[in-house]
């Protein structure tokens, strides 16, 4: 297969900028107020009738908080390796293990060791979500239902209902997490037959 060039590469931009701003639920207009980039211009990048410049990407990048290789699909210089960055949320260490947006994007989350059993604090948003345990017990709260999952066993539910994950038992958790928008789901899924609940499976 051919080397992409500089062109096939710029060409694609446009595509990848509209499936990361429809992924952060953001409007042309939001962005253009944000930026201070026009709205036609911003419209026209996305279409590909724009040519993408460094002046125009920056601040997308800045918005999108993604590295500007990602943002344009640079090629590869030859290093295999993934350089992960590990992001700090509400105590808990998330590691990004996809790079494509839109779509589906996975992570391992790490819930620290904590002294104290944590007061639940349950929060919504849009989306869906499957996750998986490495190790440590996890503690699902999920509306009315509290859940205990140790390792091996995996859970997905609609992130608009009030959820909370932490240590069931105060040590360490490691687990894997893929999330999606509304709509969206992993291929595991919940037995028709059942009450809306997480579905847990060995």
Known sequence: MDPKTDDDVLDAVGSRLRALRRDRGITLADLAATTGVSESTLSRLESGQRRPTLELLLPLARIYDVPLDDLVGAPRT???RIHLKPIRRFGMTFVPLSRRP???????MI???EPEPLEPTPQTHEGFEWLYVLSGRLRLVIGERDLTLPPGEAAE???SLP???GSADGGVVELLILFGLQGIRAHVRADPHRPPQAERRR
């Open 102 to 108: 839109g779509g589906v994007h996975a992570f391992k």
């Open 163 to 165: 959820h909370w994950l």
């Open 78 to 80: 030859g290093d295999p």
């Open 157 to 159: 539910f609609d992130t």
């Open 111 to 113: 819930i620290p060791a």
